[in-house]
């Protein structure tokens, strides 16, 4: 199946961008920031001989401050406005009987490719919302200058991701300002690890650093777990529960779906009169598939639909390490990795997160705002390529791999 199908190492090299980095980060005029995926600091350490299993976060930021790196953001924070801003439009689809549903999320770049070129139909049903990547990236171009009072033009945004299919969304039209990229550059894991062995910096040797700055810095549990799948779908169960009933809970229990393509479910009940919220999750490309044809027809059980592209999700990417022989979809080890820092932050839902409070605040309003609109939301387009390919040529088309 396609999930054996992963870059091989030699395929990466035509658009290996770890020179740019470095050249970025030597530039004197040039003002570097950085974000990390939530997998990266479950996988990133195995470049380095820790057996899998190692949370490696705090050694990331100070790995990336010893190589230069100005300011070090998480993209766990952007993960929590994914939520707010997902969540919000979940909530208005369901109380919009013209809207179309099932939503399905939008954070995973390869699914979307997939959509755009195979299934245009689906796009209304996609959440408009920007992935975390890429809400971060408008972040860093927009309220970062004005809060640092950085010329947006000397900033480079630069992101750490699990695959290569992130690259390929970083590289998109609609996710520029007045043509410049809002993520200049994107690196894998494996390449994030290139970079930092050719300047000898080794992850074993740091004892690690908090994140240096005091705003978009900051994730909430629920963030870390969009790693992983049913994490995404978890996350904004919190945040719509909350909004529902007025009660925050620090996990909501999936259960094992009986449906052959979807991996686990959960129903929320709404109370009396109303009808209860369906999610489902989804995972593995060959599963999206066929529940994209289910809610084409009309007949998904479904109110909110995750998918991921990876099985297991983004913790098992393309771009993460990879040995000979050690790979399988379900990697346990990695998957403890989020699971324990979720279980064991002090701070597990989105919408109380006080550095997303203080963006809705200070720069943004609300949810679903005007501005909001405009710097976290996109629209996607019909790419029909009409070709009929096998599961893996696809695979290989919109991961670019
Ligand atoms: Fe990339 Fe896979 Fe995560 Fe999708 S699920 S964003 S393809 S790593």
Not at 373 to 383: I, N, S
């Amino acid at each position: 199946g396609q999930c054996t199908v992963v870059c091989p190492t030699g395929a990466l090299q035509a658009r290996d961008q770890v020179d740019v980095a470095n050249d970025y980060l030597t530039d004197p005029g040039i003002y570097t920031v950085f974000q990390f995926a939530p997998a990266v600091r479950a996988t990133l350490g195995e470049e380095f001989g820790f057996p899998a299993g190692v949370n490696v976060e705090r050694k990331i930021v100070e790995a990336l401050k010893k190589a230069g790196a100005d300011c070090v953001l998480d993209t766990n924070f952007s993960a929590d406005v994914v939520i707010m801003e997902e969540g919000t439009e979940l909530l208005n689809r369901l109380n919009d009987k013209n809207a179309v549903l099932p939503m399905f999320t939008s954070c995973c770049p390869a699914w979307i490719n997939f959509v755009e070129l195979h299934k245009p139909e689906l796009i209304p049903h996609i959440s408009t919302t920007r992935s975390p990547q890429a809400v971060m990236g408008s972040l860093i171009k927009s309220w970062l200058p004005e809060k640092k009072g950085i010329p947006k033009e000397k900033i480079r945004s630069i992101s750490i991701m699990p695959c290569t299919a992130k690259k390929d969304e970083a590289a998109r039209q609609a996710l520029a300002k007045d043509a410049v990229p809002d993520v200049d550059l994107v690196l894998t894991v494996r390449e994030f690890a290139k970079l930092l062995k050719g300047k000898g910096i080794d992850l074993r040797k740091l004892e690690g650093q908090d994140f240096d700055t005091p705003f978009m810095s900051k994730g909430s549990g629920a963030a870390v777990i969009f790693g992983k799948t049913a994490g995404v779908a978890e996350a904004a169960a919190r945040t719509v529960y909350y909004v529902l009933t007025g009660k925050n809970v620090n996990s909501i229990q999936f259960k094992t779906s009986e449906h052959p393509h979807v991996e686990q479910e959960l129903t929320i009940d709404l109370g009396e009169g109303k009808s209860p919220l369906r999610i489902g999750v989804v995972h593995g490309l060959a599963n999206a598939d066929y529940i994209a044809d289910e809610v084409l027809s009309g007949k998904s059980p479904f109110d909110f639909i995750e998918v991921m592209s990876c099985p297991g999700g983004c913790i098992n990417g393309g771009g993460t390490p990879r040995e000979a022989g050690d790979y399988h979809p379900f990697n346990l080890e990695r998957t403890k990795v989020l699971t324990t820092i979720d279980e064991e932050h002090s701070l597990r839902q989105s919408h109380n997160n006080p550095m997303v409070k203080e963006l809705y605040k200070e720069y943004l309003g609300e949810p679903n705002s005007h501005l909001a609109h405009e710097l976290l939301h996109t629209e996607y387009q019909d790419r029909k390529s009409g070709k009929k390919l096998r599961a893996e040529d696809i695979w290989k088309e919109i991961t670019l791999c």
